[in-house]
């Protein structure tokens, strides 16, 4: 194999969309835990649900809605789901400890992966795209799917929108605020409770979306939770429990140290993003940008 | 003083009640219902070793370790290997195995131990565990890969060919010595240090304790007899994956201490059998175990999070003071 310079840049494409539909995940993730202090296990639940969602969707919705409507209203039914199951369960153990709260989550896994068994039988789906997206570029000689391109402007987009949320607007104040304080903001007199089921259902609503967005690209199986959820769990504490733009960071290295690593050792380019866990928690736990503070 | 003599007489009577009971389960269930009986009642022992052994990492030691799976494969792999390869003895294979489980445990926990927040202990023996997981699944030169091995040579004295009862007392001796082995641990001065070092870290330094020796040395030990487990598995299956490595497979174990109960020393025990029972029983009803799984661990953690055992014991704690007063 010889390495010339357009394949490595398709091979960085290839990564920073990995990456993109990482931080979709990841961001998500690292606001609950930055918030709320909770580990959502279930986060990979929720992005098979969007996924299944969206082969629905697609399916039912024709003509010029199809695939964009599916993108738009899968996430919004997960986040439902998400809301849903804020209000019933997690609020219950949010004051207990850390083991109790990691296997609520975990339970939520059977109980969503089950649900789906149900809903939409065990047999692999696949998602069409509309034209628009279909079809390949080519980088001298190197074919390379448009699609993932797409995956990156949809990543893109809502890092930008989670900034503007997060710095402009009072929304994104009280998060900052809850995360640091949230007794003072209850203190303050908003509701710290309602502050976090909100804040659940945009992070499922995330999730949802990232499984709409990877749809297309897979086979839909039962496993893919379970498959995204481990990698997902190594970027939020590799970019530092509750950090967004730490998720972020980490989100675009995991991207690239698979897309590269799969050129180097192909059999075990996921075991660079284990050494790389492993060695960011011995030598700085608190993740590339957090602060020694946290958690 | 009264108390413990009647407490040792009453363990007596449990001890003269249970022998009988385990000597005449293999005879029952294989002659009176079914072998298939016999095998769940060693599947269930297997597992309850290896929730015992996690346990000590987790309940008495304070570590949730999400890389378990990593010492039971390691143990089952590395005497199947010996086993397939070499001409080596059983007895051999398996302390060769138990010291690998011991050894990867040593590594694992000497880079782990000292690593604070439940969050990032976990991840640390998770990604440890999937690097041991994509080593097995990958090398296939000399794992054999995602085949798996088939057909392990166990040898004839505990061959389950026929029947399983010569293999039910030879797993029966090692379990029971293993859990002497872990109950004398947790009793021992070092497993009294080991809680007090869960319930208050700082206060255990203040002591002058090596706070990452103890851990440590715990993390060994719960390896150890995971390894045991494990092997006790390659045997009784035949037949193992790379699945056995796989990050799902720690998560079971911690579901089954934490369901039988994590405080009490018996509890993980009681977990492994609920789970394994349910799970051979409920599959037949249905293809939703999960389902069923899933929604039991969810009523656990918001009405008993002290599991079947701890809810046990504490019903028991209420009638004998009643009975007292």
Known sequence: ????????????????????????????????????????????????????????????????????????????????????????????????????????????????????????????????????????????????????????????????????????????????????????????GYNVGGLFTLVFIMATWLAGLSGAVIAPTVRLSLGMGMDVIIECFIVVIVGGLGNIWGALLAALIAGQIYAFGILILPNFAMAFLFILAALIIIFRPYGLLGRATQA | MQEVKKSSASAWLVWLILIPIFLAIPFVLEKGISQYYLYLAIKVMVWALFAMSFNLALGYGGMMSFGHAAFFGIGAYTCSLLLIKTSCPLVLAFAAATFAAAAAGLIIGYLSVRIKGIFFFATITLSFAQLAYILVFKWRSFTFGDDGIQGIPVPEMISTDETYIKYYFFALVITVICIYLLWKTVRSPFGLMLRSLRENPERAVFFGMKVENYRLIAFVI????????????????????????????????????????????????????????????????????????????????????????????????????????
């Open chain 1, 1 to 188: 194999m010889d390495f010339d310079a357009s394949m490595l840049f398709v091979q960085f494409i290839s990564g920073l969309s990995r990456a993109m539909i990482l931080f979709l995940m990841a961001s998500g993730m690292t606001i609950i835990f930055g918030v709320m202090r909770v580990i959502n296990f279930a986060h990979g639940a929720f992005y098979m649900i969007g996924a299944y969602m969206a082969f629905t969707l697609s399916s039912v919705l024709t003509g010029p809605l199809g695939f964009w409507g599916a993108l738009l209203i899968a996430p919004t039914i997960v986040c439902a789901i998400g809301g849903l199951v804020e209000v019933v369960l997690l609020r219950r153990i949010y004051e207990k400890e850390h083991l109790l709260q990691i296997l609520l989550t975990y339970a939520l896994i059977f109980v969503i992966n089950d649900g789906i068994k149900l809903s939409w039988g065990g047999e692999m789906k696949i998602v069409t795209l509309p034209e628009v997206l279909t079809g390949y570029v080519t980088f001298s000689g190197h074919p390379f799917p448009i699609y993932y391109f797409f995956i990156i402007t949809v990543g893109v987009l809502v890092a930008v929108l989670l900034w503007l949320l997060l710095s402009k607007t009072r929304f994104g104040k009280l998060l900052r605020a809850s995360a640091e304080h949230k007794d003072m903001v209850g203190l303050l």
């Open chain 2, 222 to 325: 719960s390896a150890f007899f995971s390894g045991v487990a494990g092997v006790l598995y390659a045997f009784l299956e035949t037949a193992i994956a790379p699945d056995i490595l796989f990050w799902s497979m720690s998560g079971e174990v911690i579901l089954m201490s934490v369901l039988g109960g994590m405080h009490v020393f018996l509890g993980p025990a009681i977990g492994a059998a609920i789970m394994v029972l349910l799970n051979t029983f409920i599959t037949s009803y249905t293809e939703y175990w999960p389902l069923c799984l899933g929604i039991t661990l969810i009523l656990i953690v918001l009405f008993f999070p002290g599991g079947v055992a701890g809810l046990i014991h504490e019903r028991y704690t209420i009638w004998r003071k009643k009975k007292a007063t």
